[in-house]
Each structure stands twice: as C-alpha cells, then as structure tokens.
T-cell receptor, first 113, second 114 residues
Framework: KQEVTQIPAALSVPEGENLVLNCSFT??????LQWFRQDPGKGLTSLLL?????REQTSGRLNASLDKSSGRSTLYIAASQPGDSATYLC????????????FGKGTTLSVSS | NAGVTQTPKFQVLKTGQSMTLQCAQD?????MSWYRQDPGMGLRLIHY???????DQGEVPNGYNVSRSTTEDFPLRLLSAAPSQTSVYFC?????????????FGPGTRLTVL
C-alpha cells in the first residue's frame, strides 16, 4: 500500500531564506506527483504537477523535483516571503485510472518578516 | 470559470440526520472525487467517479453514497450522520488518466455532527 510521508511536519524560517520541503513515497510505481498549498480554513491550491516521466517542474519561485527510484520529491522555495506561510501537501497518483491521490500529512511553513 | 464549487460551506447535523453535500465543476472534467480531511489523518478518498453514471469506492466509503447523473455534478450523501463523520470534505476534479492529470479542489465543506 502506497504511503506518503512529509518531513518536517512544521518549519519556521526568516524572510528571504531558501528552503526545501521533503516528500517520500513507499512505492515507486506512481503515475505523477502533485504539490498543493493549503491556507488555514481554505481549500487546496495546486502548485505543481510532475508527471512520472519528468524530473522537475518550475513555477516562479517554486521548483519541484521527482526521483522515482529513490521514492522522493522535493519542493524548493526561493527567497521565501511571509505570504508563503501555509501548509504544503504532496500527493502521489497511485492508480492508473487517475482517480486516487495518496496524500502526505503536510508541512506547515511559517515565514517571519 | 468558477472551477470546483461546493455547498454548503458549513453544516451542523444531529446524529441520525441525513444531508447531501453538493459539488459542481465547469471544466468539463470526467473524473471527480470526494475526500475527507481529518487532523492527524491527512486527506483520504471516499468515493470517485470516472464519468457520468460510473462511481466507485475509495479508502473510506462507509456511511456515504454517491451518484453521478451529469458530468458537472457529483453530490455526496450522508444517509444517517454519525459523530465520526465530523470532518472537512473536499471535492476534486480532473481530466483523468495518468498524464497531465492535474487535480483541482473545491473550497471544502466543514461538517459537524453532534
């Protein structure tokens, strides 16, 4: 059974710092991996999707990488800002039908000014 | 486009009451899913649909029913609410498949069962 783990559970950094959020999965047979942002009391906002044939995706200050063989994905945030404070979730697409995302429990990021 | 919409935003039920959580999308997505989010448990799949008239169970389907009569709508029904169903419910949709299958989520419904 696929399991997704995110470490650390919480992270506090000063504004301007570059940081990396980690996501690991137990079964390398994933079809894609998606990173989301969730603000308190809100829904999930899709940040980046990495297909299984890709190694990384970039959007603005965000860069996500995927290494299926080691069962790892990372989300790199450059020059962090207080507005980046949120919970970041990674999710692995585990079935060929494309219907079931397996989520990690998230990393709650706090960026202080 | 409105994306994925959910109603209501908040709901309080008494044990044994029934209700329907509504979900709609205007992106012509074939795939729609329901998840629940609980503290310490993360998001878990309840039911999903790969198209109108086709539904299947996810990881935690007990106590919930779904149907999909149109591409746009995917309601989730609680037939007899229990306190264990207190949670935040999210609906998601996507084009499906395993390629560029980006999933989009609604804003959620916060349900409390007393």
């Amino acid at each position: 059974k696929q399991e997704v783990t995110q470490i650390p559970a919480a992270l506090s950094v000063p504004e301007g710092e570059n940081l990396v959020l980690n996501c690991s999965f137990t079964d390398s047979a994933i079809y894609n991996l998606q990173w989301f942002r969730q603000d308190p009391g809100k829904g999930l906002t899709s940040l980046l999707l990495i297909q299984s044939s890709q190694r990384e995706q970039t959007s603005g200050r965000l860069n996500a990488s995927l290494d299926k063989s080691s069962g790892r994905s990372t989300l790199y945030i450059a020059a962090s800002q207080p507005g980046d404070s949120a919970t970041y979730l990674c999710a692995a697409l585990a079935n060929q039908a494309g219907t079931a995302l397996i989520f990690g429990k998230g990393t709650t990021l706090s960026v202080s000014s | 486009n409105a994306g994925v919409t959910q109603t209501p935003k908040f709901q309080v039920l008494k044990t044994g009451q029934s209700m329907t959580l509504q979900c709609a999308q205007d992106m012509n997505h074939e795939y729609m899913s329901w998840y629940r989010q609980d503290p310490g448990m993360g998001l878990r799949l309840i039911h999903y649909s790969v198209g109108a008239g086709i539904t299947d169970q996810g990881e935690v389907p007990n106590g919930y029913n779904v149907s999909r009569s149109t591409t746009e709508d995917f309601p989730l029904r609680l037939l007899s609410a229990a306190p264990s169903q207190t949670s935040v419910y999210f609906c998601a949709s996507s084009y499906g498949g395993t390629g560029n299958n980006e999933q989009f989520f609604g804003p959620g419904t916060r349900l409390t069962v007393l």
